[in-house]
Nanobody
Framework: QVQLVESGGGLVQAGGSLRLSCAAS????????MGWYRQAPGKQRELVAF???????NYADSVKGRFTISRDNSKNMVYLQMSSLKPEDAAVYYC???????????????WGQGTQVTVSS
């Protein structure tokens, strides 16, 4: 079983910064792609950013140049540094990890519990 624990959400003024963290624990062989999604009220969950096991990154157009995703494989963690936050960035942010277990070798998709980000104008 794999557990994901998110932290770092909160209330910030427009133009401010927050750093989200997601820690994976449990029994697994490897972490593949890691990503952050967000869901605002009344909207569908959308991809914000992801990072591959090799370190390649991809961002939604709306956050390019403002958000940075990173990972620490030694700690089984993924981060999302958010800067120049806008009111439209407000949402519940979820981490998403592709987890590989050893036996049988399989990849599973795990979600964090979500952390609220509120941006005041």
């Amino acid at each position: 079983q794999v557990q994901l624990v998110e932290s770092g959400g909160g209330l910030v003024q427009a133009g401010g910064s927050l750093r989200l963290s997601c820690a994976a624990s449990g029994r697994f062989f490897r972490l593949n792609d890691m990503g952050w999604y967000r869901q605002a009220p009344g909207k569908q969950r959308e991809l914000v950013a992801f990072i591959t096991s090799g370190g390649s990154t991809n961002y939604a157009d709306s956050v390019k140049g403002r958000f940075t995703i990173s990972r620490d494989n030694s700690k089984n963690m993924v981060y999302l540094q958010m800067s120049s936050l806008k009111p439209e960035d407000a949402a519940v942010y979820y981490c998403n990890l592709k987890v590989v277990v050893a036996f049988p070798r399989s990849e599973y998709n795990y979600w964090g519990q979500g952390t609220q980000v509120t941006v005041s104008s």
